[in-house]
């Protein structure tokens, strides 16, 4: 399987898992949503923003345009329709991002700033790579808050998608 292959691939198992975990958080009412449970962006709705954020973020980075949020931790859309919308999009940039990049560049390095104003330089595979795996990990936390309200969670697991995806 060739880079870009591969990765359009994550990107279509990212939009799958993400309207997986929406359609169960849409069950949660707004109080819920918003209620500090001591995960490490203490609610559902910080959660769920910060992966938005850092999805941003990146792509800006990649991209050379688009929104660049401020910090990790802001929230970008206050109630859940909003970021649910938001985050529809946002994979539908990821998937086109997916599979619009050159073959070569999948090779490249990608020079950016951080947060912090300082400069790096990693492999450009390897940082699309931390971006699903960074939404991986978060939804992971989202998950268990969602099973913290009783709720049943979706399996999220990427094996399913490929089966389901036949």
């Known amino acids: 399987m060739d880079a870009r292959s591969h990765f359009e691939t994550l990107a279509r198992y990212n939009r799958w898992?993400?309207?997986?975990?929406?359609?169960?958080?849409?069950?949660?009412?707004?109080?819920?949503?918003?209620?500090?449970?001591?995960?490490?962006?203490?609610?559902?709705?910080?959660?769920?923003?910060?992966?938005?954020?850092?999805d941003r973020l990146w792509l800006e980075r990649i991209e050379g345009s688009g929104p660049k949020p401020s910090s990790l931790d802001g929230i970008l859309h206050d109630g859940?329709?909003?970021?649910?919308?938001a985050r529809e999009a946002e994979d539908e940039r990821l998937?086109?991002?997916?599979?619009?990049?050159?073959?070569?560049?999948?090779?490249?390095?990608?020079?950016?700033?951080?947060t912090e104003g300082e400069h790096y330089e990693l492999p450009f595979a390897q940082v699309l790579t931390h971006v699903?795996?960074?939404?991986?990990?978060?939804?992971?936390?989202?998950?268990?808050?969602l099973g913290q309200f009783g709720l049943k969670?979706?399996?999220?697991?990427?094996?399913?998608?490929?089966?389901?995806?036949?």
């Open 17 to 54: 898992a993400n309207r997986q975990l929406c359609d169960v958080a849409a069950q949660v009412s707004d109080a819920q949503y918003r209620e500090d449970r001591g995960a490490f962006f203490g609610s559902l709705r910080g959660t769920l923003n910060h992966i938005l954020a850092v």
């Open 95 to 114: 998937l086109r991002v997916a599979s619009q990049t050159p073959a070569e560049r999948f090779g490249s390095t990608l020079a950016y700033r951080s």
């Open 132 to 145: 699903f795996n960074h939404q991986t990990h978060h939804r992971g936390q989202a998950h268990t808050l």
């Open 80 to 85: 859940f329709a909003g970021l649910r919308a």
């Open 153 to 166: 969670t979706p399996v999220l697991d990427f094996v399913y998608f490929l089966l389901e995806s036949r």
